[in-house]
């Protein structure tokens, strides 16, 4: 009765070490990269609001929404009678002291010029980059006050998505690493870039801290809009044409790892080094060779003794995975 017993408890688990070989798959080589994902906005390479240092009456606006225009060109003027009659004073003044004046007075009457000049100058918007009219908030004739924006100028040279990465990922994050940008507006339509800048200042918002992160896109869609939402995937480290196996397929017992290879119509387990894993597969590094069949997942036989390891027990078979 007691082997009759045993036949039977047994009968099972030679049945799944039977279903384990034939289904045994050889080590692959491929590979693996390792990622993390943040959201943020889609932002332009600069944008300015553009106004008067003074307040005064807009004579004219030279350019429209949409309106491509380059570095130095006159946006926008306001009258301007009492800043020129002021310049032609100080100009006055200022050839006067140079044939009679003292040294102070020349002086003064030098600065004087300078500083009419420049409230000329200030009468008139120019552009301090080259790029795209995206607002005109005045029209001629109104009343502008002092540095209320008139013109909105949007540099689209260069798309940007702004990010904030979690701390706990911030050791990972380097400057020039790829980074997917995904942007819901353009149906997800996958933009590749690079990590330009990485902020200096932690930020905390609801007990999360965040560290800004800029990448710098550069395939950028015509139809990609400042403010637009993105998700964003940064590559932060890759293993090319590496050994791999299904993560299913190790098994960590302590500080080490095992994969159950099938060798000789016989399965046994190997210990083995891991690299990176990408949560699908992981890198061996060692203890493991091309040509080797695995297990999609591990075995161990324990017989009736208990494991701390986590996994189910299946006749004498313990089944588990790396990293649960």
């Not at 692959?28 to 943020?40: C, K, L, M, N, Y």
């Not at 798309?159 to 942007?183: F, N, P, S, T």
């Not at 203890?287 to 208990?306: A, K």
């Amino acid at each position: 009765f007691f082997i009759a017993r045993q036949r039977r408890a047994a009968e099972p688990a030679q049945a799944i070490r039977q279903n384990l070989m034939q289904s045994a798959m050889p080590v692959e080589r491929g590979d693996i990269t390792r990622e993390i994902g943040a959201s943020g906005t889609i932002v332009g390479a600069r944008q300015a609001e553009l106004g008067f240092t003074t307040g005064g009456r807009l004579q004219e606006v030279f350019v429209e929404v949409g309106q491509y225009v380059e570095a130095g060109q006159v946006l926008a003027k306001m009258e301007s009678s009492q800043q020129e009659l002021a310049l032609l004073r100080a100009q006055n003044a200022f050839e006067l002291a140079k044939i009679s004046g003292t040294p102070n007075s020349l002086r003064e009457a030098e600065l004087d010029l300078k500083v009419a000049e420049a409230n000329l100058e200030n009468t008139t918007i120019k552009a301090p980059f080259a790029g795209i009219v995206t607002g005109v908030q005045f029209e001629a004739g109104e009343h502008v006050s002092a540095n209320n924006a008139v013109i909105s100028l949007l540099d689209n040279s260069v798309y940007y998505a702004e990010i904030a990465v979690d701390e706990l990922d911030m050791h990972q994050v380097k400057l020039g690493q790829i980074a997917r940008v995904e942007v819901d507006a353009l149906g997800k339509q996958p933009l590749w870039g690079t990590v330009s800048s990485i902020g200096l200042i932690a930020q905390s918002s609801g007990g999360i801290t965040t560290v800004p992160v800029t990448i710098r896109i550069e395939d950028g869609s015509e139809n990609l809009r400042v403010g637009y939402s993105a998700s964003v995937v940064i590559e932060v480290e890759r293993a090319e044409n590496v050994l791999k196996v299904p993560v299913e397929a190790v098994v960590r017992r302590g500080n080490k790892s095992f994969v159950t290879v099938v060798r000789a119509g016989e399965t046994r387990q190997v210990e083995v080094t891991t690299g990176i894993t990408d949560g699908i597969a992981v890198e061996i590094t060692s203890g493991l060779e091309p040509n080797d069949q695995i297990v999609g997942f591990n075995i161990s036989l324990y017989g009736s003794t208990r494991s701390q390891s986590t996994g189910v027990r299946v006749g004498g078979l313990r089944i588990g995975g790396f990293g649960r």
